[in-house]
């Protein structure tokens, strides 16, 4: 399942170089995994009364091309790929001239609320990366 979340550079994301500050990508990616996750029917009210957490536990992120102030962006989500215990999300970040601006690998754990350990990866959550 595909997700797209459209967004606007604001001015309070820009560094003293005049692009968006590296560590906005990441925000940038979290509210896009926000959005695959609400899409999928899985909210975080949803994981709690699951009993789970998601834990972000890797990023690798590939910067391509600076972003501005004002410029549209898409953050993609894909799922990649899913084990017993981690998933690994693909999101990719386009600007409005359909450039690819950054693209990362993003893996995930499943947490069990009360143990604060992994678990297995919950079947509603498995089921999309097929």
Not at 32 to 44: C, F, I, N, P, V
Not at 93 to 113: F, G, K, Y
Request: overall charge negative.
């Amino acid at each position: 399942m595909k997700v797209s979340l459209e967004l606007i550079v604001r001015s309070t994301e820009i560094d003293v170089n005049g692009h968006v500050n590296n560590a906005k990508y990441l925000e940038y990616l979290e509210w896009g995994r926000e959005e695959w996750y609400e899409k999928a029917g899985l909210s975080y009210q949803t994981f709690l009364e699951m009993g789970i957490q998601t834990v972000t536990v890797n990023i690798n992120i590939n910067y391509r091309k600076e972003c501005r102030q004002g410029d549209v962006l898409v953050v993609t989500t894909i799922p990649e790929k899913v084990g017993c215990t981690s998933y690994v999300l693909r999101q990719e970040i386009w600007n409005q001239a359909d450039e690819l601006c950054a693209d990362a690998l993003v893996t995930s754990v499943t947490m069990d609320e009360a143990t604060r350990k992994s678990r297995p990866v919950p079947e509603q959550l498995k089921r999309l990366f097929n």
